[in-house]
């Protein structure tokens, strides 16, 4: 069965980017030109998906108005003959058709996928998250959108980590197949480097197929009463095989404040109206 829905999570806090994050949605921070979540949504467009649901709460209406029709703002750059700013306005809303579910309390990453359950029915769905920004020849989603067709079970995106991404990601036991794909046989939240089986690590882009719906509701919250898709992927291990691939890029991880920066600049860089002055600005820094 084709890929053809997502499911983005944007209902947390944003506390690593406080004050920032006090009134607008850390979703909505710009990178460059484009905020945050606009990256994630064209790269699972770019990918196939044609629906997505962002599972968002209370204080996150601007991300609705984003990517719906400004007629205000079309007109006024109508009359004002901006007709290339228009033509991009006009594309956002046209980018794919949209669902907001509302997360009404924040109980982690596991539940926040179940809160799209209802919008996915029975179909295999990628899940993206929006921190994390991939600068890749090939769509990251897409690579994983290609591997999913080949191995037709539950796949998500792998990249190699040092010891200190060994504290802050998910990382696997894997069974290689092929160069990039894997088998799981078992993971593990967090673990540091004296615990970790490995240094692939789990890194915010998922195809599950429909039963990790069940494998959620069935897990059990942890210690701060969140329930962590890590657990929910182990529980499904039991009944059918997972796999995971080393995608092919670059990652960016924009939900950390240094992360967030080199994305601005690397990306920034390859812009053609500014790259080049960008580049000697910050030669003459060093």
Do not use: W
């Not at 920004?133 to 067709?149: E, G, S, W």
């Not at 078992?186 to 195809?207: H, N, T, W």
């Amino acid at each position: 069965m084709r890929i053809r829905k997502a499911v983005i999570p944007a209902a947390g806090f944003g506390t690593r980017f406080l004050p920032a994050t006090k009134s607008q949605p850390k979703e909505m921070l710009p990178v460059v030109d484009k905020p945050l979540i606009q990256y994630g949504v064209e790269e699972a467009v770019q990918s196939g998906i044609e629906n997505i649901a962002i599972i968002i709460s209370r204080g996150k209406s601007s991300i609705e108005d984003y990517f719906d029709k400004s007629p205000e703002l079309e007109q006024f750059l109508k009359e004002k003959r901006k007709l290339d700013l228009l033509e991009e306005i006009k594309g956002i809303s046209n980018l794919a058709e949209f669902c907001y579910i509302r997360q009404k309390k924040a109980l982690g990453l596991g539940h926040a996928i179940l809160m799209g359950e209802d919008y996915i029915g029975q179909e295999p769905f990628a899940v993206l998250l929006p921190d994390d920004i991939f600068d890749c020849h090939i769509p990251c989603t897409k690579q994983l959108v290609d591997a999913y067709y080949e191995v037709k079970a539950s796949i998500i995106v792998l990249g190699r980590v040092d010891e200190e991404g060994t504290k802050k990601y998910g990382i696997i036991k894997p069974k290689q197949i092929s160069e990039r794909l894997f088998q799981i046989e078992d993971m593990i939240e967090k673990p540091g480097p004296d615990r970790a089986f490995s240094d692939l690590g789990i890194l915010g882009r998922y195809i599950f197929n429909p039963e990790i719906f069940e494998a959620i509701k069935k897990t059990s919250p942890d210690s701060r009463g969140e329930i962590q898709i890590t657990d929910a992927i182990r529980l499904l291990l039991e009944t059918q095989p997972i796999y995971g691939y080393l995608f092919e890029g670059k990652r960016y991880d924009a939900g950390d404040k240094l992360g967030f920066m080199e994305a601005i600049i690397d990306l920034a860089l390859k812009r053609a109206e500014f790259g080049q002055k960008l580049r000697e600005y910050l030669k003459s820094l060093l």
